[in-house]
């Protein structure tokens, strides 16, 4: 096959990067993804209980639409979130036009109208509060999909993709990059004129070992290892009300560690995610399900140098730890036993006034899978938020482990997010360059306009 662009992976920064390309060139494009088309991603599973141990894990992070279609579907609309864009950019003014942009078109194509806000007092008050204990709230407009709509959200835009001459090849894999040319696992290959590689974090590995392959320099980044911590949703609702996606920043006492809230799920489901070899967890909120539990993500950054720097195989090996325990399954533990330095049994979260919303589960002792460490950073990050959130430290809160947030090696590029390889670009969380929807659908449309240049069209956001 010969065309003029190839995308791989049909995520927010391949799906971004083709509409930014459809809309102002007449380039020949084709999406390739190894998962699922959007209309067989749908978990029936997560439409009742928010369990996915049934989901094939391709189907959980590849697919059309990317990991984030089957996640709560938010998007964070600030640019130093997830990311940061102002760098990638050096423009302040650029990288908040490109997350207006991409919010326009999430609108577009159904998503929820409000976004939501906070007035100033109320901010001042809860960031008062968090500064009174040592914690930073960074306040955030934000818009919820919902886990059951943003399915919806993403077939309106591939259908819109579609019309603009996008070709989209679904389950195939490609298993080797070269300049100018792809090679795909049932041994054909496709030519074409421009690369631009997004294959989210599932093909982080992948696309590291392809550039490698290239002489491409990279670099190891940070990762963020931790739980998903549940509480009952009046625990946070005052919270929610201020933010719907709270992100508090704390420092720990003993080892003065990096500790951060992400994802919260109001009155939403903890999930589990299968991975090739170990599981995970994460959260789910619907916009037309709610339960009576509020979940989020507490985890710590962890950064390696000498003499190993490989922060995902640290990452993976913590995880595969875990699932041995667990015996394939997460663990599940209450937050007053891993005080007690003792593992949860189903007798005691039965008596926990927590009901868990995921019961594929192994109740045991995060304290025998993680490093004394990180779980000091929890229960003291833990301590500290109580201050500001009454409760989210009770002896009856619900922690799952792991939830690991594995960001790829970064990669080097120019401000056009192209390598040293000649028409070779990089775009998304697989590249190390974003960390979340909107940041990485705008790292997608950064590197179409770089294309677009080339072929001396000038590119620039309109709405």
């Not at 609108?107 to 509060?129: F, H, I």
């Not at 993403?154 to 001459?165: R, S, V």
């Not at 946070?236 to 920043?249: A, L, R, T």
Request: aromatic share 6%.
């Amino acid at each position: 096959m010969q065309t003029d662009v190839v995308i791989i992976g049909a995520g927010p920064a391949g799906m971004f990067a083709a509409l930014e390309l459809a809309e102002k060139s007449n380039l020949k494009i084709v999406i390739i993804d190894m998962g699922r088309d959007i209309n067989e991603r749908r978990c029936p599973a997560t439409t009742i209980t928010g369990v996915c141990e049934k989901c094939n894990p391709c189907s959980q992070m590849s697919g059309v639409g990317g990991a984030g279609t089957l996640s709560s579907g938010l998007l964070n609309l600030r640019p130093d979130i997830g990311g940061n864009l102002e760098e990638l950019t050096n423009s302040s003014e650029l990288s908040w036009d490109l997350v207006r942009h991409v919010d326009d078109a999430f609108v577009r194509y159904g998503a929820p109208q409000n976004v939501y806000t906070a007035d100033d007092e109320q901010v001042r008050d809860l960031a008062r509060k968090a500064a009174a204990s040592g914690i930073r709230f960074v306040p955030i407009p934000q818009r919820h999909m919902g886990t059951d709509n943003t399915p919806r959200v993403i077939a309106n835009f591939k259908e819109d993709l579609m019309k603009k001459g996008v070709k989209l090849l679904i389950k195939r894999k490609v298993t080797q990059l070269e300049q100018g040319k792809l090679k795909l696992e049932d041994g054909s290959d496709i030519s074409c004129n421009y690369i631009l590689a997004a294959p989210g974090r599932i093909g982080a590995a992948w696309l590291a070992e392809q550039v490698r392959k290239l002489n491409i320099p990279i670099k190891h980044g940070p990762i963020d290892i931790g739980v998903r911590v549940e509480v009952p949703a009046i625990v946070m609702d005052p919270v929610i009300e201020v933010n719907y996606d709270p992100k508090f920043h704390i420092y720990s006492k003993t080892y003065d560690d990096f500790v951060r809230t992400f994802c919260t799920n109001a009155r939403g489901f903890v999930v589990q995610e299968v991975y090739d070899s170990t599981i995970g967890v994460n959260g789910h909120a619907m916009l037309s399900k709610k339960s009576e539990n509020t979940n989020f993500a507490f985890l710590v950054r962890v950064n390696l140098t000498e003499p190993i720097e490989d922060t995902t195989a640290y990452g993976q090996s913590l995880a595969a730890i875990t699932t041995t325990l667990g015996g394939g399954k997460p663990l599940l533990q209450r937050l007053g036993d891993l005080k007690q330095w003792r593992r949860s049994t189903w007798g005691r979260i039965r008596r926990s006034n927590v009901k868990p919303t995921l019961l594929h589960v192994t109740p045991g002792d995060i304290a025998m899978a993680f490093p004394h460490r990180i779980v000091t950073d929890i229960l003291e990050g833990l301590d500290k938020l109580d201050n500001v959130v009454p409760g989210v430290a009770s002896s009856s809160t619900l922690l799952y482990a792991p939830e690991i947030k594995f960001y790829a090696n970064m990669i080097q590029v120019d401000q056009k997010l192209e390598t040293p390889v000649s028409n070779l670009f990089v775009a998304g969380d697989g590249a190390g360059l974003s960390g979340g929807i909107v940041t990485a659908a705008a790292t997608g449309i950064i590197a179409a306009r770089g294309i677009l240049n080339k072929e001396g069209i000038e590119a620039k956001i309109s709405s």
